[in-house]
């Protein structure tokens, strides 16, 4: 089912892209429903860089923190390739809507939470811009219950 779900959602990026449609965010968006932990379960960029080192990469955690002024404090832990363990902290700045967020830092000018169902998936929409060149990204999450 995730697989589905992630594929039409990058059908209907790809279409909306391609016109500079407006990309959705998810109505009615709570950041303190989103908190908690997620897997990074399906990434899909034009970026050439993650294109060229995707197979080597493995599957992050991301530890999701609601902060009192809107944005999302996230942590990134990874294993890389010769074992060890990879960690990146990270802000999310809050944007003009809820579920809307940048991160200047990361050359992040727009994040958006798409869809979610603050338990088991979470698509979110990703735009860099990096050296003049724009990159579209696609994240699929996975979680559990939070109880």
């Excluded at 009192?68 to 363990?85: E, H, M, R, V, W």
């Excluded at 990361?106 to 990096?130: I, N």
């Amino acid at each position: 089912m995730l697989q589905v779900l992630l594929v039409g959602c990058i059908l209907a990026l790809l279409r909306a892209s391609s016109g500079q449609a407006q990309v959705p965010i998810q109505a009615n968006f709570d950041a303190n429903q989103f908190q908690g932990t997620w897997y990074v379960v399906g990434v899909v960029s034009d970026d050439q860089g993650f294109l060229d080192s995707k197979d080597n990469m493995k599957m992050p955690v991301v530890l999701v923190t609601s902060l009192a002024n809107g944005d999302l404090a996230l942590k990134f832990g990874y294993s890389t390739p010769d074992g060890s363990c990879q960690k990146v902290d990270a802000t999310l700045s809050k944007g003009a809507m809820d579920g809307q967020f940048s991160n200047a830092a990361m050359a992040q000018t727009d994040v958006r939470v798409v869809s979610t169902d603050y338990e088991h998936f979470a698509v979110v929409y990703l735009e860099t811009q990096k050296e003049g060149v724009r990159n579209v990204w696609l994240q699929l999450y996975g979680g559990w219950r939070r109880s």
